[in-house]
Nanobody, 122 residues
Framework: QVQLTESGGGLVQAGGSLTDSCAADMRTCTTYDMGWFRQAPGKEREFVAMARLDVVTTMIAESVKGRFTISRDNWLNTLTLQMDNLKPEDTGVYYC???????????????WGQGTQVTVSS
């Protein structure tokens, strides 16, 4: 059974930093591509970043490129999203996700964590 448990998030002023972490089961970390999506109130889920099973292949959405960094550790079974220079438009629920082959489409990701709230005040 795939287990994805997020931690982190919180409230920060614009320009600040937050870190979201995702703890996964060993099978997930050795089988699936993993990533992050977010959902703002009243909006659809949006691709943020992904790290492939090989750990080194990553992709960051244009909207957060240069500010967000994704990292993956298959030994510690963790996925991390470092968020710097946060903006109010980054506010939303952030989800850790996993799937056999990554996509920027939310419907292509099979497994979702419960999500963590990130709120950026102006």
């Amino acid at each position: 059974q795939v287990q994805l448990t997020e931690s982190g998030g919180g409230l920060v002023q614009a320009g600040g930093s937050l870190t979201d972490s995702c703890a996964a089961d060993m099978r997930t970390c050795t089988t699936y591509d993993m990533g992050w999506f977010r959902q703002a109130p009243g909006k659809e889920r949006e691709f943020v970043a992904m790290a492939r099973l090989d750990v080194v292949t990553t992709m960051i959405a244009e909207s957060v490129k240069g500010r967000f960094t994704i990292s993956r550790d298959n030994w510690l079974n963790t996925l991390t999203l470092q968020m710097d220079n946060l903006k109010p438009e980054d506010t939303g629920v952030y989800y850790c996700v996993a799937t056999p082959f990554w996509s920027t489409s939310a419907t292509r990701w099979d497994y979702w964590g419960q999500g963590t709230q990130v709120t950026v005040s102006s």
